[in-house]
């Protein structure tokens, strides 16, 4: 399956954006999707993921609250609606594809390119 992410940009602390991963290849339903994100300097962390049908979803804690993972299987695009953006937020945001929810939290099967978020002070 490849996956095309986009929606990043340049947003003001407090701001929103929504990130969106559309993918092709494959039947989309099939896979398990999930964000993740790299801070410059830091390792590459998971931020969200959600099950093939959109029935389970899992965060991590830094973002509880604050961004919402969806999904769409008719349009075969994974969504994450992010609100009260932090500076600490910055960094590139990319989309990944996995069998099953638990496994694409930890070893996704396909990575999308990454988006730019950058959250201004």
């Known amino acids: 399956v490849q996956l095309q992410a986009s929606g990043g940009g340049l947003v003001q602390a407090g701001g929103s954006l929504r990130l969106s991963c559309a993918a092709s290849?494959?039947?989309?339903?099939?896979?398990?999707m999930a964000w993740f994100r790299q801070a410059p300097g830091k390792e590459r962390e998971f931020v969200a993921g959600?099950?093939?049908?959109?029935?389970?979803?899992t965060y991590v804690d830094s973002v509880k609250g604050r961004f919402t993972i969806f999904r769409d299987n008719s349009k075969s695009t994974v969504y994450l609606q992010m609100i009260s953006l932090k500076p600490e937020d910055t960094a590139v945001y990319y989309c990944?594809?996995?069998?099953?929810?638990?496994?694409?939290?930890?070893?996704?099967?396909?990575w999308g390119q990454g988006t730019q978020v950058t959250v201004s002070s």
């Open positions: 990944a594809a996995g069998p099953n929810i638990a496994g694409v939290t930890s070893t996704p099967d396909y």
């Open positions: 290849g494959r039947t989309f339903s099939s896979y398990a």
């Open positions: 959600i099950s093939r049908q959109g029935i389970s979803k």
